[in-house]
C-alpha cells in the first residue's frame, strides 16, 4: 500500500511551528560572528618584503600566449620555455605569479633538501612534492622572507593570524644557503 505523500504547506508550517516553539523554550540562536573571506589568490593576500613587489600577468588564454611567444620567438626558445613555466604557475598561483618570490623558492627546492624531507620514498615523487610546496605557498601557508629564507606563516584574517591583520611568520623551514646570501649582498 502506498503511502500518502505529505503537504508541502502543511509540513513547513509544523516545522516552524517546532522552530518557535524551540526558541521560547532555550532561548533565540546566539548571532553568529562574521568570518572574513579569505582571498582566492596569494595576490589578494598582499604578502610582505622584497620578494613580493614584481608581479606578472599573462594576458590571454594559456593557447594565445604560447601562440604570441612562439611566433615571435621559436617554440625552442628560452622566452618560450619561460613562458610554459609561468603559465603552469598560473594555474596554482592565479592571474598574478610573484616572480621575485617563485625564483627564489625555485632556488630553495634545487639548493637545500627540502624535496628530501618532503619526499622520503613514501610514493611521493619529488614533481608532487614540489608543487605541494608551491600549492602551500601559494595559499599563503609559506612565504620567502627578506632574507631569502623560507617560512611556514599564517595569513591575516585567518583564526591564527597576528592581531590588527598582520601576517605571523610562525618557523623558519629553509634558511638561505650562504652563498646565496653572500651574493645577494
Same mark, same amino acid.
Given at each position: 500500500?502506498?503511502?500518502?505523500?505529505a503537504d508541502?504547506?502543511a509540513?513547513?508550517?509544523?516545522?516552524a511551528?517546532?522552530? !518557535? !516553539?524551540a526558541?521560547?523554550?532555550?532561548? @533565540?540562536r546566539?548571532?553568529?560572528?562574521?568570518?572574513?573571506?579569505?582571498?582566492?589568490?596569494?595576490f589578494?593576500?598582499?604578502?610582505?618584503?622584497?620578494?613580493?613587489t614584481d608581479w606578472?600577468s @599573462?594576458v590571454?588564454t594559456?593557447t594565445?600566449?604560447m601562440?604570441?611567444?612562439? =611566433?615571435?620567438f621559436g617554440?625552442d626558445?628560452?622566452e618560450?620555455t619561460?613562458m610554459?613555466?609561468?603559465?603552469?604557475?598560473?594555474e596554482i598561483?592565479?592571474?598574478n605569479?610573484?616572480?621575485?618570490?617563485?625564483?627564489?623558492?625555485?632556488l630553495?627546492?634545487?639548493?637545500t633538501d627540502l624535496l628530501?624531507q618532503l619526499?622520503?620514498g613514501a610514493?611521493?615523487t619529488t614533481?608532487d612534492?614540489? =608543487?605541494s610546496v608551491h600549492s602551500l605557498h601559494?595559499q599563503g601557508?609559506?612565504?620567502?622572507?627578506d632574507?631569502?629564507?623560507?617560512?611556514?606563516t599564517?595569513?591575516?584574517?585567518?583564526?591564527y593570524s597576528? @592581531?590588527n591583520?598582520?601576517w605571523s611568520?610562525v618557523?623558519?623551514?629553509?634558511?638561505?644557503?650562504?652563498?646565496?646570501? =653572500?651574493?645577494a649582498?
Amino acid at each position: 500500500m502506498a503511502r500518502k505523500q505529505a503537504d508541502p504547506t502543511a509540513r513547513r508550517a509544523r516545522e516552524a511551528a517546532r522552530r !518557535a !516553539a524551540a526558541a521560547q523554550r532555550i532561548g @533565540p540562536r546566539p548571532p553568529r560572528t562574521p568570518r572574513p573571506r579569505q582571498p582566492k589568490f596569494l595576490f589578494d593576500l598582499e604578502p610582505p618584503g622584497a620578494f613580493y613587489t614584481d608581479w606578472d600577468s @599573462p594576458v590571454g588564454t594559456d593557447t594565445e600566449v604560447m601562440t604570441q611567444v612562439t =611566433d615571435h620567438f621559436g617554440a625552442d626558445s628560452d622566452e618560450a620555455t619561460t613562458m610554459r613555466f609561468l603559465l603552469r604557475f598560473r594555474e596554482i598561483y592565479g592571474p598574478n605569479i610573484p616572480l621575485g618570490a617563485i625564483g627564489q623558492l625555485e632556488l630553495l627546492l634545487d639548493e637545500t633538501d627540502l624535496l628530501t624531507q618532503l619526499s622520503p620514498g613514501a610514493g611521493v615523487t619529488t614533481d608532487d612534492a614540489r =608543487d605541494s610546496v608551491h600549492s602551500l605557498h601559494a595559499q599563503g601557508m609559506l612565504l620567502i622572507a627578506d632574507d631569502g629564507s623560507l617560512w611556514m606563516t599564517v595569513p591575516p584574517g585567518t583564526p591564527y593570524s597576528a @592581531p590588527n591583520g598582520e601576517w605571523s611568520f610562525v618557523e623558519q623551514k629553509v634558511q638561505a644557503p650562504a652563498e646565496l646570501i =653572500d651574493t645577494a649582498n
